[in-house]
């Protein structure tokens, strides 16, 4: 979690939301990373899930990631606990809970939906008061 929370960091210096995550395999290695880069790139798919999960098919050379987990600092959204299911991801770690879009079991609860074909593990509040404290801190200057 804590290479997460860097990246989330590094998302600061493009306006976007401090939202970061890694990929994970096996043996511990990082072996996809990524950021928000939505304001960025504008690009509405450019959340840190999808960019560390495009990261780590890459340097596996498939899309399946059995094996793997998904490290980020916000619960993922519906597009992004979708990718996690999709990519066959062991398991979904999470630092702070998103109370308003969060589709790990705050509103919705994606990847453990029994009509889906997979359904990783689910780790959360990992590391959830540097989360919350980095994404509190973003918005306090962004919202009157």
């Not at 999808?50 to 490290?71: I, K, M, N, Q």
Request: one cysteine or more; hydrophobic letters at 45%.
């Amino acid at each position: 979690m804590g290479r997460a929370l860097d990246e989330a960091r590094a998302a600061l210096a493009s306006g976007d939301v401090p939202i970061g995550a890694v990929v994970v395999d096996e043996s511990g290695e990082v072996i996809g990373a990524g950021h928000n880069v939505r304001e960025r790139d504008g690009d509405p798919t450019g959340h840190a899930e999808v960019l560390a999960l495009r990261a780590a098919a890459r340097v596996r050379g498939e899309w399946r990631l059995s094996g793997c987990t998904l490290v980020v600092t916000l619960e993922p959204c519906t597009m992004c606990a979708g990718a996690s299911v999709l990519s066959r991801v062991d398991r979904v770690v999470f630092g702070a809970y998103d109370d308003k879009a969060g589709a790990v079991g705050s509103l919705w609860d994606v990847v453990r939906d029994r009509r889906l074909n997979h359904r990783p593990e689910v780790v959360a509040g990992v590391l959830a008061g540097e989360s919350t404290a980095l994404l509190d801190a973003f918005f306090a200057t962004h919202r009157g």
